[in-house]
């Protein structure tokens, strides 16, 4: 079963149509045994399709966040076929990762919120450019405070969403010069409470998984105010990406009732009507209760998350339309 949702209704009806069917991949990854994964907070993808997941190794989410460095390799590049490990680094470079990003030269983009920084990397591993002060919050040009994710534009300018502390965009130059920024905390346009990904469609507009707030906000370029998205049926919005091929916006999100997970579910906004589809909790989906942090799509339409509840990746492929 797969729902079909108009942002108008107050009711889901099923999906008819071309709407496209998912179905879990079973046994995928292909992991080591007795592989100690950990969160898996960020996913992204490169040219060749590989997929890099950012993972806490055994490190979990404390408050207040540690203070030493995670020993254990954080990013792995997964072949998407087989889910085994093709590469992996990272080891002592991390205290909380956070968000992962691919442009689309292979650089590797990822956020620490432990160190409130940003880095970027080459494809395997080396870094090429650092910003924010380890481990001292700020709100200002050469501060993050607990960044969450990034956006890289196809001229290598970037946007940062800063994050649990600061609920703000900031944008970069391709070298890394700080250009202008904008949000505060709040629930209008424009405002946030805890921006905690980010992404580019191909015109350069920004979109913004606004989490407490549950709704997905996009502006322009120079963040302008275009448009949200929200509905009574979306859980905490945690994460999103464009799939670039079809212009569709892929978003997942996450409930919780006095403490017990119900879970998350995947939603899929189409390119031309304000409707989405959506699967997890609210449709056919024969998987674990799970908690999804992060999305990647590639370019078979297959859909990766990052589930921080149980600790697992999980891949959905397209069986019908």
């Not at 703000?168 to 424009?190: D, M, Q, T």
Request: hydrophobic residues 35%; charged residues 20%.
């Amino acid at each position: 079963m797969t729902l079909l949702l108009s942002l108008s209704s107050d009711k889901p009806k099923r999906g008819k149509g071309n709407i496209p069917r998912y179905e879990l991949v079973k046994d995928w990854p292909q992991l080591p045994s007795g592989y100690v994964l950990g969160n898996p907070t960020g996913i992204g993808i490169d040219t060749n399709q590989n997929i890099f997941v950012f993972i806490r190794a055994g490190r979990p989410w404390i408050d207040p966040i540690p203070d030493s460095f995670i020993s254990a390799k954080t990013i792995l590049m997964l072949d998407r076929k087989s889910g085994k490990i093709l590469n992996s680094w990272g080891a002592n470079l991390f205290i909380m990762p956070h968000g992962l990003t691919v442009d689309k030269d292979n650089n590797i983009w990822v956020t620490d919120v432990g160190l409130h920084q940003v880095f970027k990397f080459t494809h395997e591993g080396k870094l090429l450019m650092k910003l924010g002060t380890e481990k001292v919050p700020g709100n200002d040009s050469l501060h993050f405070n607990l960044p969450t994710d990034v956006a890289v534009a196809d001229n290598g300018s970037f946007y940062v969403s800063d994050g649990y502390g600061n609920n703000r965009i900031v944008k970069f130059s391709a070298s890394g010069k700080y250009l202008f920024s904008w949000g505060s905390f709040g629930n209008k346009p424009g405002q946030f409470n805890l921006p905690h990904a980010i992404d580019i469609d191909s015109k350069g507009n920004v979109y913004v998984a606004d989490r407490e707030n549950s709704r997905i906000q996009k502006f322009d370029g120079k963040g302008k105010f275009i448009k949200e998205w929200k509905h009574k049926s979306f859980g905490k919005m945690y994460a999103l990406t464009i799939d670039q091929l079809k212009n569709h916006l892929i978003a997942v999100d996450y409930v919780k009732t006095d403490a017990i997970p119900i879970g998350s579910d995947i939603i899929i906004f189409g390119a031309v009507k304000d409707h989405l589809t959506q699967f997890g909790r609210s449709g056919l989906y024969d998987g674990p209760v799970c908690r999804y942090h992060d999305v990647a799509i590639d370019n078979e339409g297959s859909i990766y998350v990052g589930d921080i509840l149980g600790n697992r990746i999980q891949k959905f492929r397209i069986v019908g339309r």
